[in-house]
């Protein structure tokens, strides 16, 4: 079963959609409004990386086979979930990874998901996300080349 979280934040004036993750006050990347952090929002690098930790346990993999999107966390961890994916399959640093997923967004939009990133990285790294990953993929490589001597 994936995860899903049913919160999503507007913007106080142009009730643009986003994340206000910054403590205390996160601004607009549309229109640089500062929005407050609500109590509600306070862990959410926290759970991004939750989410994507227990899919990865689940499935093998930060995102699942199928995952709907219900609300603006759920697009947030899809989102989080194939960069956590490529970052592991490509093996790219993650500052390389990060300006070029974000390359193609408006620059306020650049400057919000940038910061957002390092700290869902950070985050990940904390808990030994990836290296739980880099283990898993080794043990999955080890056990195709045993397969395959024995064959």
Known sequence: MTLHYHQDYQCVKCENFFLPFLLPV????ECGEPNLQ??????IVKLLVEANATHRQQ????VPPAYAVFS???HYIYYSANIFDMYVEREVPKALL????????PP????HLREL???VFEEAERQ???QDLHAHESAESAEDRIEGEAA
């Open 98 to 105: 990060i300006e070029e997923v974000i390359a193609s967004e």
């Open 26 to 29: 996160t601004l607009c990347p």
């Open 108 to 111: 306020a939009w650049q400057d």
């Open 117 to 119: 990133l390092y700290q």
């Open 72 to 74: 603006l966390i759920d």
């Open 59 to 62: 499935f093998g993999r930060c």
């Open 128 to 130: 030994g996300l990836f």
């Open 38 to 43: 609500s109590d509600e929002f306070r862990d």
